[in-house]
């Protein structure tokens, strides 16, 4: 007897309604359709079994004493479980690590599994290993940009501390924020999936690429600066749309879109791409010739030995080459704007890099197998369509991540100085004080947030920004 409220499957009531039309039918008849002796054909007509299946039932039925187990679902024992002592541990790190910075080769399960069975004798199998690198904190996931490890590089934390040393100043004075920047999009820039039907196929993935507009704007918390939408197009094959710009396109673009609709004093930020650096006062280097080093030493009224060695001419420029002037800040600073430039790879500090991906996914859901000549105008519907309010969400955004960087920054510096103090706790403070120059080195220094660094250790390139 079933206990009660268990629940009878689908196919244990099937059996008992087969059961009950059997019983029916006799019932009906006043007397028994099969013989009573036949006792496996009566049950097999009774439940519309086989006559073999219900011979082995009973046979099962003689010999598992109540015990029942449905057939198929017979479970293995699971299997044993790598046990790994420390070394064995080490041996798998210490591999994985050398097939990245020895072999130069990516590793798989099949790789790591067959070179650890060499070395270690490792008895479980490729599913066994998946387990053991999880154990070990590894995991297959989506590469990480390098980033990450450029941002921390010592120059350029000097550079994105005196960068948010100097918002936090100017946004304490009320000036506007300008963001300006440059983007692209492809005529067959559309959407990568779409609802579709047996007979509807949606939008046609193009082949090429096709052509490219390239899109030069500027916006703030209020908004898209108006009329300063720039959209060209351009048969340029390269990869990097920084090869369609150039300092005249970007020059005139200033002069003629941006600046006339600047209703106030700005803090404009840019970054550092080459055609918004190019320098007024640019210095020769080592690929130039000595006359020109020579003359450009004797204009800025350097002297240096009437003998002196090309590589000798060279350091004396490099020393004295002063700060750079761009071009585009002089011109924005005449008209009364204050000009701010992005640490390099700190796109995140860049409000309007959002608002390009909003643009670009709504340019998107329109571009349903259109031509590239009505593209322009869907290009300028869509920037029509971002408000002001998605400019203020996202320079919100910047400014949580301008704190984030003084928290992260600081909380570093807290931690150099702190293992300063303890290693040198028996330094006197005038010991201290004398021991900031033992060169005794004419450079200047200077101290931005809390890390002391020799202005004349950083050179600027202004094609890659900040360098060694």
Request: aromatic residues 8%; hydrophobic residues 30%; positive net charge.
């Amino acid at each position: 007897m079933s206990k009660r409220g268990k629940t009878l499957r689908s196919s244990t009531r099937e059996l008992i309604f087969n059961i009950i039309q059997f019983c029916q039918r006799e019932k009906s008849a006043k007397h028994t359709i099969i013989d009573l002796n036949k006792v496996t054909e009566r049950v097999a007509a009774m439940s519309c079994l086989s006559r073999d299946t219900i011979s082995k039932i009973k046979k099962e039925g003689s010999t598992n004493n109540g015990v029942w187990c449905t057939p198929g679902k017979k479970r293995k024992g699971r299997p044993n479980k790598v046990i790994l002592d420390d070394f064995d541990k080490c041996v798998i790190r210490n591999k994985i690590r050398e097939f990245y910075a020895v072999r130069k080769e990516v590793p798989t399960l099949r790789k790591l599994h067959r070179v650890l069975k060499e070395d270690i004798n490792f008895c479980g199998g490729i599913t066994s290993l998946r387990g053991v690198l999880k154990e070990l904190g590894y995991r297959y996931k989506k590469c990480e940009s390098k980033r990450k490890v450029l941002i921390e590089r010592h120059d350029i934390v000097v550079w994105r501390a005196k960068y948010l040393r100097i918002m936090k100043h100017l946004r304490a004075t009320g000036k506007p924020v300008v963001y300006i920047d440059e983007t692209y999009i492809h005529t067959a820039h559309e959407v990568s999936k779409c609802w579709q039907g047996p007979n509807e196929p949606g939008v046609s993935k193009a082949i090429s690429l096709g052509e490219r507009y390239i899109i030069v704007h500027a916006g703030s918390r209020e908004g898209f600066i108006e009329n300063c939408l720039l959209a060209y197009k351009t048969k340029s094959i390269s990869a990097d749309y920084h090869h369609d710009m150039n300092r005249d396109n970007f020059t005139k673009w200033t002069k003629e879109k941006l600046l006339p609709n600047l209703s106030q004093p700005s803090v404009i930020v840019l970054d550092n791409a080459s055609y918004h650096s190019t320098r007024i006062n640019k210095p020769p280097n080592s690929n130039d010739r000595k006359e020109t080093l020579k003359k450009w030493l004797e204009d800025n009224g350097i002297e240096y030995p009437v003998d002196a060695l090309k590589a000798e001419l060279v350091s004396l420029v490099k020393r004295n080459k002063g700060e750079p002037v761009f071009e585009i800040d002089q011109l924005l600073e005449e008209h009364g704007h204050t000009v701010v430039r992005l640490p390099p790879y700190h796109c995140d500090l860049n409000a309007i890099e959002m608002i390009w991906s909003l643009a670009k996914r709504q340019v998107a859901s329109k571009n349903v197998n259109i031509s590239a000549k009505e593209l322009l105008p869907i290009i300028n519907e869509c920037f029509r369509t971002i408000t002001a309010e998605h400019w203020r969400k996202e320079c919100d955004h910047v400014i949580h991540v301008e704190q984030k960087y003084w928290e992260q920054d600081r909380l570093m510096e807290d931690m150099q100085e702190f293992i300063i103090n303890v290693t040198d706790s028996s330094t006197s403070s005038s010991e201290e004080d004398n021991s900031l120059d033992l060169s005794g080195s004419s450079k200047q220094s200077s101290t931005v947030s809390g890390i002391q660094y020799l202005e004349s250790d950083f050179d600027y390139d202004s094609d890659h920004g900040a360098s060694e």
